[in-house]
């Protein structure tokens, strides 16, 4: 879908007739903190490169990578964010079929669908607090298929260990699996990523955005990793000039950014459990994430469409709605962490409007 995600905040403040900074985005995944300190010099600094074509294979930022993750250059593929990947992916490898952790980011299943293959979705369940139902994945899992599984989950924020994703991936060498750790930085160090799994299995490809632990949306960059011969056929797809300068410029200065990683999971472990449970003590039930978003269902009659509708209109804040993810309801909502004193201000608000029946 190209809309319906969240973070639209300039297309509703035009709507509304407002600037988009007048609205508190919460639907948008990025961390509460701002971008490391010195990025915007850096750019600043570099700004007349725009006058230039960026490097034809972001080879400088595939260096820093590997140096990062220990892989060589040539298993990484820079891209404008995961997107790309996401959508090239099951045209290039033409899979049986397209099975998907749910519930979970919607576009693995349009990537599916563009690619005209079934996408089946194996779900996780409330009463079991949304943990991956593995064993249910795994008894489905045939040759040929192409598996996409999020990790740490969006919207669920619920996390799978490093070995334990490593053993179930290496007992399907048949299959192809997607893991996207767009949010693994704000669960967990270098540790925990598969790209530090030994031997790199070669039926994976890893997926990463800059974009949430950085706050960088706007820059759009990402990229996948692969080893022989998932990486040839990642090769095919790549295309020159895939990730604009500045981001190119950006990408190199934040892989070194390891300090400013542990600095958003340390604010987090301390606000995220502050507010889950002033969540809870307003009636609201909220289930275990270990990312920087919370998933929240509301009492049952209330309506998360409504809930968020209202809170724009009224307090100028933006959440997540949920009811268009496949397996939640529209009792669900997602709320990503923000500050302190704008946490608060959600929380006042909605506190104000749950007395307020709509």
């Known amino acids: 879908m190209i809309r319906g995600h969240g973070g639209e905040v300039y297309h509703l403040a035009r709507e509304m007739g407002l600037s988009p900074g007048e609205i508190l985005d919460f639907s948008s995944n990025v961390s509460p903190l701002p971008p490391p300190g010195g990025l915007y010099d850096l750019l600043q600094k570099h700004l007349p490169e725009i006058e230039h074509l960026p490097e034809a294979d972001s080879f400088t930022l595939r260096r820093a990578l590997a140096r990062r993750f220990g892989l060589c250059e040539e298993a990484f593929f820079p891209s404008s964010g995961t997107t790309e990947w996401i959508f090239a992916l099951p045209e290039a490898l033409k899979p049986q079929r397209v099975l998907i952790l749910g519930p979970t980011y919607a576009d693995y299943e349009d990537a599916a669908g563009r690619a005209a293959v079934g996408a089946h979705y194996v779900f996780a369940r409330k009463e079991n607090d949304f943990r991956p139902p593995l064993e249910e994945l795994e008894a ?23 070995d334990t994703l ?14 996207d750790e767009s949010y693994l930085p704000f669960a967990a160090d270098d540790t925990e990523s598969l790209l530090s799994a030994r031997p790199y299995p070669e039926n994976l490809v890893v997926l990463f955005s800059f974009s949430k632990i950085y706050r960088i949306p706007g820059l759009r960059l990402g990229f996948a ?19 604009n300068r500045l981001a190119q410029v950006a990408g190199e200065f934040l892989v070194g950014q390891k300090k400013h990683e542990a600095l958003v999971r340390k604010f987090l472990a301390e606000e995220r459990p502050r507010v889950s449970h002033r969540l809870s003590a307003l009636g609201l039930s909220v289930f275990p994430s270990r990312t920087n978003f919370l998933l929240v269902e509301l009492p049952e009659g209330l309506s998360g469409e409504k809930l968020r509708a209202r809170l724009l209109s009224e307090s100028r804040l933006l959440i997540r709605a949920c009811g268009n993810f496949r397996g939640l309801s529209d009792r669900f909502i997602r709320l990503a962490l923000r500050l302190l004193e704008e946490n608060e201000r959600l929380l006042q608000a909605l506190e104000r409007t749950l007395k307020d029946p709509f």
């Open 140 to 162: 489905l899992i045939a040759p040929g298929d192409l598996v996409f599984i999020c990790n740490p989950n969006n919207p669920t924020g619920a996390f799978l260990r490093r």
């Open 166 to 179: 490593y053993g179930f991936i290496t007992r399907h060498p048949e299959a192809v699996f997607v893991v």
């Open 225 to 243: 990793a692969a080893a022989e011969p998932l990486s040839g056929v990642l090769r095919g797809r790549e295309l020159p000039w895939a990730v």
